[in-house]
T-cell receptor, first 115, second 109 residues
Framework: EAQVTQNPRYLITVTGKKLTVTCSQN?????MSWYRQDPGLGLRQIYY???????DKGDVPEGYKVSRKEKRNFPLILESPSPNQTSLYFC??????????????FGPGTRLLVL | ELKVEQNPLFLSMQEGKNYTIYCNYS?????LYWYRQDPGKSLESLFV?????AVKQEGRLMASLDTKARLSTLHITAAVHDLSATYFC?????????FGTGTSLTVIP
């Protein structure tokens, strides 16, 4: 089944404790992206990647890191989480970025609470 | 930075009625997307609109795009309860995507 998976689905942590949220897709998509969803703000793009070893900042990259060492994986790293990073996070993938006629396929989401 | 505005933010409508959700975007975009999100769930793609005048329909939902007005609409025909969800539009500049704040639709029997 074609899908985007994220782990963990739920995470409670404390300020300053490094964490990683994994994202994996099995559709051989070049483009992958991370978003955060907050009430009243819609989804905001954190980082995106056009291919292996190619990443770029989205609208709200502060406090986050990403890496793309393999095509299928795009982990989101919070080196020192703060309470304002409490949010619902979505990973998404798409073939060939915006040159494609296809849309983005979203993972199930990771709900993060930073105390 | 591209800004995407949706209205209304909240919509309560009776079954069988028609209504339209509006999506305005501030600068030129390659394409316009519509997504649906059910409570506690992920986003599901509804439509991708590629060019001026594009119209796509799926069941009771029809989306259109006017690139000159920088406006997309999502028209709901004869609403049914199953359409209750939050609807997002999104636009892109290059490889960056910008989402509207969403329209929470409740269809009342």
């Amino acid at each position: 089944e074609a899908q985007v998976t994220q782990n963990p689905r739920y995470l409670i942590t404390v300020t300053g404790k490094k964490l990683t949220v994994t994202c994996s897709q099995n559709m051989n998509h070049e483009y992958m992206s991370w978003y955060r969803q907050d009430p009243g703000l819609g989804l905001r793009q954190i980082y995106y990647s056009m291919n292996v070893e190619v990443t770029d900042k989205g609208d709200v990259p502060e406090g986050y890191k990403v890496s793309r060492k393999e095509k299928r994986n795009f982990p989101l790293i919070l080196e020192s989480p703060s309470p304002n990073q409490t949010s619902l996070y979505f990973c998404a993938s798409s073939p060939l970025g915006t040159s494609s006629q296809e849309t983005q396929y979203f993972g199930p989401g990771t709900r993060l609470l930073v105390l | 930075e591209l800004k995407v505005e949706q209205n209304p933010l909240f919509l309560s409508m009776q079954e069988g009625k028609n209504y339209t959700i509006y999506c305005n975007y501030s600068t030129t975009s390659d394409r316009l997307y519509w997504y649906r999100q059910d409570p506690g769930k992920s986003l599901e793609s509804l439509f991708v609109l590629l060019s001026n005048g594009a119209v796509k329909q799926e069941g009771r939902l029809m989306a259109s795009l006017d690139t000159k007005a920088r406006l997309s609409t999502l028209h709901i025909t004869a609403a049914v309860h199953d359409l209750s969800a939050t609807y997002f539009c999104a636009a892109n500049t290059g490889n960056q995507f910008y989402f509207g704040t969403g329209t929470s639709l409740t269809v009342i029997p």
